[in-house]
């Protein structure tokens, strides 16, 4: 499994971002994608998973109406965008594909997003 994510954003505070994470080596509409982020000096945070098979999503509720999650089955790619940036927001994003397991297997790279005036 091969994951590459776009490379890091600054945004002001108010702005969006939007995050990619490309996928190959695995069968991309079968597993459930999580994207998790890591502020500095915190632990991993869950932010939501999309299933790019049938499109489901389910969001964290500290991201509700905040968070798109999208995925584009012809480039097997998948997609965060979080609007409404605040200097929290800083953090590394990473998308973490499932597996047989049933828990996120594999991670992106990660991005840094970058909030701040």
């Known amino acids: 499994v091969h994951l590459v994510q776009s490379g890091a954003e600054l945004r002001n505070p108010g702005a969006s971002v939007k995050v990619s994470c490309k996928t190959s080596?695995?069968?991309?509409?079968?597993?459930?994608i999580d994207w998790v982020r890591q502020a500095p000096g915190q632990g991993l945070e869950w932010m939501g998973k999309?299933?790019?098979?049938?499109?489901?999503?389910n969001y964290a509720q500290k991201f509700q109406g905040r968070v798109t999650f999208t995925a584009d089955t012809t480039t097997s790619t998948v997609y965060v965008e979080l609007s409404s940036l605040e200097s929290e927001d800083t953090a590394v994003y990473y998308c973490?594909?499932?597996?047989?397991?049933?828990?996120?297997?594999?991670w992106g790279q990660g991005t840094q997003v970058t909030v701040s005036s």
């Open positions: 080596g695995y069968t991309f509409t079968r597993y459930y």
């Open positions: 973490a594909p499932r597996s047989d397991l049933g828990i996120a297997t594999y």
């Open positions: 999309i299933h790019p098979g049938h499109g489901e999503t």
